[in-house]
């Protein structure tokens, strides 16, 4: 076989620590079934630290609101809202979780196109409510008059932004008003001004790019002064989410690996993908065509630290620091990250049923899983499983690394877990375990279905005690659980 094009998992000492405990690994699989999640809620504590020290810095005030999107689990809720965090509900369903969880209304925003009992008990419980159109502003109103209910905070959520003079115009979203709406949204807010309070604006971009953020952010600035000058008094700038997450180790192998599929897709090596799968490459007559539809998976500046790097950078034409911007007018700064603050809070289990040769020759794995309970390949994440065998020792000694493709467990020919040749450093056998690592954020729970009665994976939270490692279920997990407790952090 080729020289293996691995794609090692970047892993935290704690995830690190979890997927040496084989042992139990193979236990809770053994009790529980496969597929199986785990969350860690330690490292969501640890990650919304490290955000919170951004802030510190720049020494701004504000927020961080966990996209709670990301994510079905009780567990990491509870232990957010248990260590003075904030979280950011999209649906009718995340709000009343978040209620449930422990978080009081003034540590919870409202985000999203909202239906009307979702708006409704948004404004009952007095949370934060970010206004997703003109439409639901009036909407808004008339639930507040019509039910009597107390004033509403409010944010407005904005899109299409331009800078003058620099050729950068922002994503376009079916989110949010578009910036140039903002008068006719304004006249709104003061007719209600009974009903609603403007607190502020706010966008959320699903970009990488720094520059598209710092248009954004430098419109809302321009935005407050608009408000300002009508004598709002708007004092909070929310920039969303969409501070990635790094998901690889090793920068180099990201290289090599992006190359190769390159080579592969023009022929000029042997194929890496699943029937000729070309992540959005293809081959034009010995010409590649088409535009890399993957996830950044090596990202070093992603998180906190692209949080960082925004605030540091220039405003595309004020002239300065956005973070200074943001401090000398005393704004305060919201933050919604979801992927971000999932990072290295979850790992996924699948048990491995069969391996087969197809008539090409190829490696074919198949998983007690399916590709909706490891999203991995549909967000675009390309990262290798970590085999993990059913006891200490068990490894085989003359083993040969394999190129492999992972199958789910559907009748379905496209239910295939990776559409890559992953490389596994010996065949895996019936009975080992694949753990996918760093899965939390959109690739454990987002679209897991019953598909042909397949079980949905169970979740586990995990955490350490003393040197070892304690579990229950997810939605058993209270704060208190945790015998070492949890702080504000
Ligand atoms: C999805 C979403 C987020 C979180 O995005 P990430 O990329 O996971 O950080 C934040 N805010 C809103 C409004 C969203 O829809």
Known sequence: MDVPLYLEPRLSPRLASLVRSGQLLHMLVGGLGSPLNLVLPEQITDNLARFRNVYREHRLGGEVFFAHKANRSSALIRQLAAVGGAVEVASLGELQHALGAGFTPDRIMATGPKNPEFLWLAARTAVVVHVDSPAELEELAALVHRFRLPRVRILLRLSWFTAPGVKVLTRQSRFGSPVMELDGLLKGVERHGDAVELIGVGYHLDTTSLTEKAVA???????MDLCRARGLQPRVIDIGGGFGANYLADGGQWERYTTELTNAVLGRRPPLTWRQHGYGLRNESGTLRG???????YRPVAGERYLGALLSSQAPSLRGRLATLLLESLYDLYTEPGRALTDQCGLTLARVLEVRRTEAGEHLVR????????GLEE?????????????EGHVPAASEPLGAYLAGNLCLEADMITRRMVFLPRPPVPGDLLAFANTAGYCMDFSADHAQRQPVARKVAVWQDAGSWRW??????????????????
Do not use: F, K, R, S
Not at 291 to 297: E, M
């Open 291 to 297: 535009a890399l539809g993957l996830y950044p998976a």
């Open 367 to 374: 998983l007690a899983a399916n590709a909706d309970d490891i």
């Open 379 to 391: 967000h675009g994440v390309l990262m290798d499983p970590l085999l993990i065998p059913p006891g």
């Open 472 to 489: 229950c279920l997810d939605e058993q997990y209270w704060p208190i659980t945790n015998n070492g407790g949890v702080h504000e952090v």
């Open 217 to 223: 952010l430098e419109g809302c600035l321009q935005a």
